[in-house]
């Protein structure tokens, strides 16, 4: 194995790309898994129907938990659910609908919980609050002009007034809204992060997450709640395991229930607290959970898990029940888990042509030559040289040429390898879904190496000859282009006319045999152009030669590969829940 090979920029370059492309693709097939979560919001409507939110699908349960029906709020106009979902006194459900119009700029803002700077004011008519009426399935804008958080909220509404308190989460502030969406007495501020509401015996709690606490507002009928208490819900437990921010709560029975999560606002811990907010205990809930969302049911309570699929039935003294569960559920958590599984095996595919690379680097290192680097300088002759004045020609070394086929016999061995073991995958596991979403990356990939197989051999395949003061080039197609030796140029990698270009291969691991070339062919060169091997690979593509063009249908590929992850790290990547 040589270690001290000079990399040809070619091969640098396709093996840089490839690297990233990999990468890229191994990141978007977790993120885009990552991105599919399990039972998010639970809601009780005011005509005590239950409500599990599952990405954006509503699964509508009676009061005692049968399952009924299942909503797609894509049919309402909700792209994707943001921020939170509450019902009206007249039974309308408000939710925002519209697309995602949040940048990365604005999720890495969400992230360091930085406010907002956007107007609440929609931009887009088909954008924003809207109330909704679950059984004709029509939308009406809330709000004149219309109104739009963009970002992440939660809402009450007080059902005595009519008033909706909702948490600006992204601008930390508290607004109120009358039932026709006029705002009432301004913005409440001093909040960091606020979550969920909930009015309790004339007060107003608030998750002031960032502030790691619950507030206190005095209601005064429709007047803007004045803050009065502040209660501190991070006991020293939840403090030692770093779940310090809290973002959903409850009352279950005579107790409070607090979501307490960490600071990425995941996997947090259920604490619980009597009636006067005196710690008691921390929920046994199974390793691993992430809750979301509390909801008061029977005599106990049901808990959200976004990671692992489940919704907790948990009774008033902590005890974990059997999972609340129904049939529309356990169909929309399979389609999940499904979907979970065909984005992992995309990003496994990442892995293996991550993996593939790596395997061609090893390959080409085993087969560079040993010892010592050639004289890059021709000899100095005494006296000029004199060129044959019959044609002499050089052809690939047959060394070169077995270890080429070799290696690509290998790459394509390890590819089918591949296939293979996901197509086993797919069928043991019977995930048809996934073998149709595979068969487009597939075929590229298929292609793409069968491309780069194609060239390899195409590549020993050419011939350059020498006579007086001119070269012939002959191409894989059987092509001949002569030209005197003042119209050749040529570099470490390459030598070409002005309409035909032959690969010689680098110093230290050439196509051709390099001593050969050095002592026959290199000192008649004194009449043409040397030029650098990346002007030689601007000419390749002048010329249309096969491997520059795949080359830059690569860098083109990778190009827009990135702006395809960057616009779905927009769409997918969740700032804040």
């Given amino acids: 194995m040589n270690l001290n090979a000079k990399v040809q920029p070619a091969i640098a370059t396709v093996v840089i790309v490839l690297a990233v492309f990999a ?27 239950i409500y599990l939110q599952i990405q954006n699908q509503l699964l509508q349960h009676a009061p005692h938990g049968g399952f009924e029906r299942r909503i797609d709020l894509g049919e309402l106009g909700v792209t994707k659910v943001i921020g939170g979902i509450t019902f009206l006194p007249d039974g309308d459900m408000l939710i925002r609908r519209g697309r995602d119009p949040r940048s990365l700029l604005d999720n890495m803002r969400a992230y360091g919980r930085l406010q907002s700077k956007h107007s609440i004011l ?16 029509t939308c009406t804008p809330f709000g004149v002009p219309a109104i739009d958080f963009r970002a992440t909220f939660h809402a009450y509404v007080d059902f005595v007034t009519g008033t909706i308190y909702v948490s600006d989460t992204s601008r930390h502030t508290l607004r109120s809204f009358s039932a026709d969406g006029s705002e009432l007495s301004g913005t409440a501020t001093g909040m960091k992060f606020p979550n969920q509401l909930l009015l309790h015996d004339g007060q107003l709690l608030v998750a002031d997450t960032n502030n790691h606490r619950i507030a206190v507002l005095e209601v005064n009928g429709t007047a803007l709640p004045q803050e009065s208490a502040s209660i501190d819900v991070v006991p020293g437990e939840a403090s030692s395991r770093g779940e310090r921010w809290p ?22 811990g259920i604490y619980v607290f009597d009636s006067d907010w005196q710690f008691i205990e921390r929920l046994q809930l199974p390793v691993g959970a992430d809750p979301i969302a509390i909801l008061p049911f029977a005599s106990g309570a049901l808990v959200s898990d976004w990671d692992n699929d489940r919704v907790y039935h948990v009774d008033a003294s902590g005890r974990l029940l059997a999972d609340f569960t129904s049939t529309g559920i356990e169909a929309l958590l399979s389609e999940s888990r499904d979907r979970r599984v065909f984005y992992r095996v995309v990003a496994w595919l990442g892995i293996a042509l991550f993996a593939l690379v790596l395997a061609g680097l090893v390959i080409k290192a085993l087969s560079e030559p040993a010892g010592n680097a050639r004289d890059q300088s021709p000899a100095i002759n005494p006296e000029p040289a004199v060129p044959p004045q019959d044609w002499v020609w050089f052809s690939p070394d047959p060394a070169v040429i077995r270890k080429v ?5 290998i790459a394509i061995a390890a590819l089918a390898l591949m296939i293979a073991a996901l197509l086993v995958l797919i069928v043991v596991r019977a995930q048809w879904l996934i073998l149709l979403g595979l068969a487009l990356p597939l075929t590229g990939l298929v292609a793409v190496t069968s491309a780069v197989y194609w060239m390899a051999l195409a590549l020993l395949r050419t011939r350059i000859g020498l006579r007086g003061n001119h070269i012939a080039l002959q191409d894989h197609r059987g092509r001949e282009s002569r030209s005197p030796l003042h119209r050749v140029v040529f570099s470490d990698s390459a030598i070409a006319t002005p309409d035909l270009a032959v690969l010689l291969g680098g ?22 152009t040397r030029i650098t091997d990346w002007q030689m690979q601007l000419r390749l593509i002048r010329l249309h030669r096969p491997t520059a063009v795949v080359l830059t249908l690569v860098l083109i590929a990778s190009l827009l590969t990135v702006a395809a992850y960057l616009l779905a790290s927009w769409v997918y990547f969740p700032a804040g829940n």
């Fill in 23 to 49: 990468i890229m693709i191994k990141v978007w097939g977790d993120g885009r898994a990552l991105a599919i979560g399990g039972p998010a919001q639970l809601l009780r409507a005011p005509s005590g129907h």
């Fill in 507 to 528: 110093p230290r691991q050439s196509l051709y045999d390099r001593r050969r070339l050095d002592e026959d062919l290199v000192p008649y060169l004194d009449d043409t």
């Fill in 247 to 268: 973002t959903h709560f409850a009352r279950v029975a005579d107790r409070w229930w607090v979501n307490n999560m960490r600071s990425d606002l995941r996997n947090g």
């Fill in 405 to 409: 086929r070799l290696s690509a016999r």
């Fill in 122 to 137: 929609s931009p887009d008519p088909a954008s924003g609050l809207a109330r909704c009426d679950l059984d004709t399935m």
